[in-house]
């Protein structure tokens, strides 16, 4: 797949059981190439929004090559949440101090 040369619409879903986690699909596609599995994973599922992408677009937590990579290959790409790391330890122990006293 030459990346350089695609525009691709692509509808973008989130889904009602894991926040943060996307589904990009090719538009034209939809859902029907999503494994029952993954779809299942998501809950309910509603449109976030339809973009062109391009290998030179910019997504906020995404490579847009990638992303047209993926769908060209598996037909769907899957974002998921960004893991959130403590800004030190001592504020992750804090986190586990009972605050009821």
């Not at 090559?65 to 030190?88: A, H, K, N, S």
Request: glycine share 6%.
């Amino acid at each position: 797949m030459n990346t350089q040369e695609i525009r691709l619409i692509c509808d973008i879903y989130k889904g009602s059981k894991k926040e943060g986690m996307y589904l990009y699909v090719d538009k034209k596609e939809g859902l029907g190439k999503i494994p029952d599995a993954l779809l299942a994973s998501f809950g309910q599922l509603a449109l976030v929004t339809t973009l062109i992408i391009t290998p030179s677009k910019k997504l906020v937590r995404a490579d847009a090559g990638q992303v047209l990579e993926e769908i060209d290959r598996q037909g769907f790409y899957l974002q998921m949440p960004p893991t959130l790391q403590p800004l030190d330890f001592a504020l992750a122990e804090n986190s586990k101090l009972s605050w009821s006293q």
